[in-house]
């Protein structure tokens, strides 16, 4: 089983479901004879030919525009968008269009586009090259929100997320694209949607995190006695397994590099406090980034949320 970082694993998924389905189409800035400014599509424009790897404009509403016509039409588009930050021109695409095909038809046409995009702090990158603005998506109901934490998770969510008969947001941490490796197997599987996953037991505090903050968390609870969340789905999220950590443990701190104020971490606090309010022996906390716009690379650090904060946190809700 080959060891891989997660720009390798998501290649492998990108090629596995080409060869599997020749519906599967790849479009985006850059993706095909340049392989995509993260390396992420090399070699499927020549496996695959330009037919089925599109190089498009500068142009992020009409490549999400014509794979939503893409989709209805019967393929599965994958569309990559190359930072999160361009997508906001996007968005109208997205929440009036993709988000309601199978509303709008009844039912008689689906809309099974997975739009990629990097995200997030970690590689000091120039403005608009960092955004964490997830929450923006999971205020959309009929899109999925996804985002992986390791290479093979990364593989068997884009999967799933390939063959999911509606929109998905397929979010990649840029800090991780090259930052482990693990196995990954060669062989086809899929990791569904929707459900998240205990990375540690514990009994003292429940920690929730996703994406590159996932890693940040294992290094601060080494001295605490913590469960360990990793949402992987953002929408619709896994209330069941959240609660069921809560309940035993009476604490949760909720950790996202995102600006505070209307985060995804909100929603997970107002979720706890609404459904599990009797179990809690302390305030929920919420890590986060600053309710400012993204810095640029020299203070990017200060932005994001360290293992220290963590700690600190961590440790303040123990005293209750």
Partial sequence: MPKLNMVQAINLALKEEMQRDSSVVILGEDVGKDGGVFRVTEGLWEEFGSERVIDT?????????????????????????????????AIDQIFSHASRVRNRSRGRFTCPLVIRTPYGVGIKAPDLHSESTEALFCQMPGVKVVVPSSPYNAKGLLVSAIRDPDPVIFLESTRLYRLIKEDVPKDEYTIPLGEARVIQEGKDITVIAWGSMLHRVLQAVEEFDAEVIDMMTLSPFDEETIFKSVKKTGRAVIVHEAPK?????????????????LYLKAPIV???????????????????????????????????
């Fill in 57 to 89: 404009p500068l142009a992020e509403s009409g490549i999400i525009g014509a794979a939503i016509g893409m989709a209805v039409y019967g393929l599965k588009p994958i569309a990559e968008i190359q930072f999160m930050g361009f997508i906001y021109p």
């Fill in 286 to 320: 919420r890590v986060t980034g600053y309710d400012v716009v993204m810095p640029l690379p020299k203070l990017e650090d200060y932005y994001m949320p360290t293992v220290e904060r963590i700690k600190q946190d961590l440790e303040e809700v123990m005293k209750y």
């Fill in 261 to 277: 104020t209307c985060g995804f971490g909100a929603e997970l606090s107002a979720t706890i406090a609404e459904d599990a309010m």
